[in-house]
């Protein structure tokens, strides 16, 4: 799978199938992967293979995941947003499905709300937000916080051993950058401990500030002029409340009234092709029932 460059990080990202793109924003929080498809119910669907049947899909390791680098500044909805943007330019593709699932979904959100000539429909599955994401999210940063106060900055590169922040907080939300990278491993070592400390401490509180759902702001969410489907979760990192709140404000979306222990692989293929067929048609979310194509066996 290929690398790009893009405003100085190095990018892994798959571009294949034909048809209108589809930008696919993996979920697993900051394990966001290639890998990513590969569990639960996107694994069954073999989400890459079967989507790229029906659109172009781009998909990426985001920045600060798997093989893609990443830079130390405060991290925001925005920078991640900019850099799918920059794949996007990258690969000469000017308008997208965005697909955002998980911690996804704030990016899709925010790259709608910057870009929202580029974005052709969002399909917005599974968003995180509420109380015990925010609690969960913040115990990470506060985590590595600590470890980087007492043990010092060569101490979290020593523990960056390939696994990712979330599944070990102690060693940043840069951890696979420092695993990954030589380079960046040598400048981050060597850059200011109080400085890198209130970056941290800013890129937590930009990105998890409150219970809300993550990503743009509800005045921002009620701007947002674009075709959506909303799939809602309903577990401590992806609360029901949170797709109830894209409900609320977004003005032009589509909900599915439908409990995550019943949405499987197939009907979620279906929703997925069901909202490309309705948005070609008339730019509007389809009225349900929606439906779509039988998914295709795999070879």
Same mark, same amino acid.
């Given at each position: 799978?290929?690398?790009?460059?893009?405003?100085?990080?190095?990018?892994?990202?798959?571009?294949?199938?034909?048809?209108?793109?589809?930008?696919?924003?993996?979920?697993?929080?900051?394990?966001?992967?290639?890998?990513?498809?590969?569990?639960?119910?996107?694994?069954?669907?073999?989400?890459?293979?079967?989507?790229?049947?029906? +659109?172009?899909?781009?998909?990426?390791?985001?920045?600060?995941?798997?093989?893609?680098?990443?830079?130390?500044?405060?991290?925001?909805?925005?920078?991640?947003?900019?850099?799918?943007?920059?794949?996007?330019?990258?690969?000469?593709?000017?308008?997208?499905?965005?697909?955002?699932?998980?911690?996804?979904?704030?990016?899709?959100?925010? +790259?709608?709300?910057?870009?929202?000539?580029?974005?052709?429909?969002?399909?917005?599955?599974?968003?995180?937000?509420?109380?015990?994401?925010?609690?969960?999210?913040?115990?990470?940063?506060?985590?590595?916080?600590?470890?980087?106060?007492?043990?010092?900055?060569?101490?979290?590169?020593?523990?960056?051993?390939?696994?990712?922040?979330? !599944?070990?907080?102690?060693?940043?939300?840069?951890?696979?950058?420092?695993?990954?990278?030589?380079?960046?491993?040598? !400048? +981050?070592?060597?850059?200011?401990?109080?400085?890198?400390?209130?970056?941290?401490?800013?890129?937590?509180?930009?990105?998890?500030?409150?219970?809300?759902?993550?990503?743009?702001?509800?005045?921002?969410?009620?701007?947002?002029?674009?075709?959506?489907?909303?799939?809602?979760?309903?577990?401590?990192?992806?609360?029901?409340?949170?797709?109830?709140?894209?409900?609320?404000?977004?003005?032009?979306?589509?909900?599915?009234?439908?409990?995550?222990?019943?949405?499987?692989?197939?009907?979620?293929?279906?929703?997925?092709?069901?909202?490309?067929?309705?948005?070609?048609?008339?730019?509007?979310?389809?009225?349900?029932?929606?439906?779509?194509?039988?998914?295709?066996?795999?070879?």
């Amino acid at each position: 799978m290929p690398f790009a460059t893009l405003d100085g990080i190095r990018t892994h990202y798959v571009k294949q199938g034909a048809g209108p793109s589809l930008l696919m924003m993996a979920p697993r929080g900051f394990e966001s992967t290639l890998q990513s498809w590969e569990h639960g119910k996107w694994k069954e669907m073999d989400a890459i293979e079967a989507l790229s049947r029906h +659109f172009t899909i781009v998909a990426y390791d985001r920045r600060e995941a798997g093989l893609s680098g990443g830079r130390v500044e405060v991290l925001t909805w925005k920078v991640f947003a900019q850099h799918a943007k920059l794949l996007l330019e990258h690969l000469d593709i000017e308008k997208a499905f965005v697909l955002g699932v998980c911690m996804g979904v704030g990016v899709a959100t925010q +790259f709608a709300r910057i870009y929202p000539e580029a974005c052709t429909g969002l399909i917005l599955a599974q968003p995180v937000g509420g109380h015990r994401w925010q609690v969960r999210t913040h115990a990470f940063f506060n985590r590595h916080l600590e470890f980087v106060c007492e043990h010092g900055l060569a101490a979290v590169h020593e523990r960056a051993r390939g696994k990712n922040f979330m !599944r070990d907080p102690e060693t940043g939300p840069w951890a696979s950058a420092l695993f990954n990278d030589p380079v960046f491993a040598e !400048r +981050f070592v060597t850059q200011d401990l109080d400085a890198y400390v209130e970056t941290v401490v800013a890129s937590r509180d930009a990105l998890f500030p409150d219970t809300f759902v993550s990503g743009p702001r509800p005045e921002e969410l009620m701007a947002l002029d674009i075709a959506s489907s909303i799939w809602p979760g309903d577990d401590a990192s992806h609360s029901t409340s949170s797709a109830q709140q894209l409900r609320e404000l977004l003005p032009r979306m589509e909900y599915w009234d439908l409990h995550p222990s019943q949405q499987t692989h197939q009907n979620m293929f279906e929703r997925i092709l069901g909202f490309k067929k309705a948005v070609e048609a008339t730019g509007l979310p389809p009225s349900p029932p929606m439906p779509g194509p039988e998914m295709p066996p795999k070879v």
